[in-house]
């Protein structure tokens, strides 16, 4: 989701820790690494994910420093994947069984046959199925430590932490009310078991 | 305590967020003091999601409205439905955003920020960093007043003051009364 283009929807998380040793040095290299690859026409992989520039997303290659944007580092989470229409593969196995009922003599076929006639159909179709691309922007303010990152699902939020850590070996704390209490108890050289002891609010009788 | 067991234990904190924002909004106290960033003006308008979970289930009830007290989603409250997200908008000097607040997560959704000067075209940098600037701003601002939520919650007054008052004014909401600024209320009281 475009965190510079439109309205976003996105998450925020901290990094754990401290930048590595010599982390500017090998950024470029480590960015590299995980950079989005093109799903190959030939090949039957369904899916395909990796960096590319925050401003471009056909910009896989990094060519210059386009992710340095000091104190940031800005690059989107590009996700192609190859998706088969759940109906269109029902009607070419129903075609395929059909076939094979007809050339064999058979009137029903076993579970096991349909489920090799089902991969065999499937693997047809993802060579023909053109993949559909999804960028999710991801700005971290490498001072600060905060990372914004353009998307709110649970399922991609979790592939982006990896990603993440894969990429710079620093771990994301999401931001949840909790932590961000935390946060301001540590500020404040306050005590972070006072956050521990809390229970709702009862705000009305009889509640 | 594991991250997701602790986002569960405390999920109470973010809906208690949202609706002691509402009322501060709607009782005359809706203005924070962000230090040296001078003072941020917030209310709540548009959608907003309530629910509430007993032995028949979840029931959930969005009210989508300009209407300043939105009567429906006030009656809600009074119906120990809690805010789960509501719809917010920040001011601050002549900038306003607008954004889908979550209360499990803090999320942003349907972030906008208000509009840039710099279209990209001749300076994608530009763009990029006055972006990059009005998304922390907002988020910094949030944080402050969330620090500023968790001070009030942690303080004794929170139980001695704050609840009663909120309760008055969810109560004056069930009833449809009018909502008073907290300054005149605390002069009755």
Redesign the interface.
Known sequence: MG???G??????YMTEGTLPQHFMEVLSESIARYAFRELDEKSIDERSAGWVN??DMFDNRFAGIEFL?EP?V?MSLRIDERKIPPTALKQYCREAEDRIKEEEHLEFLPKSRRADIKEAVRLRLLKRAIPVARVYDM?W?TVTG?V?FGC?SARICDEFMVRFLQTFNLQL?????????E???L?EGASLN??DG????R???G? | MQLLDKVRKTEFLGREFLLWLWFKSETGEGIFDLGDKGKAELWLDGKITLQSENERGVETITCTGEALNMKEARFALAGEKEIRQATVKLAIGDNQWSFVLDSTWMNFRSFKTPRVINDGKEDPDGLFYEKAFLIEEAISAMDRIYASFIGDRLSPEWLTETRSAIARWIRQGATGGVTQPLSAEREMD
Do not use: D
């Not at chain 1, 704390?173 to 209490?181: D, E, V």
């Open positions: 965190l510079i283009h309205s976003a929807s996105f998450t925020r925050i401003m944007k940031y800005a700005i303010n905060l914004v709110t704390q999401a931001i949840c009310p909790f932590t961000l209490g946060l301001f108890l500020k006072l956050l809390l229970g709702p609010t705000f009305l009788e509640q």
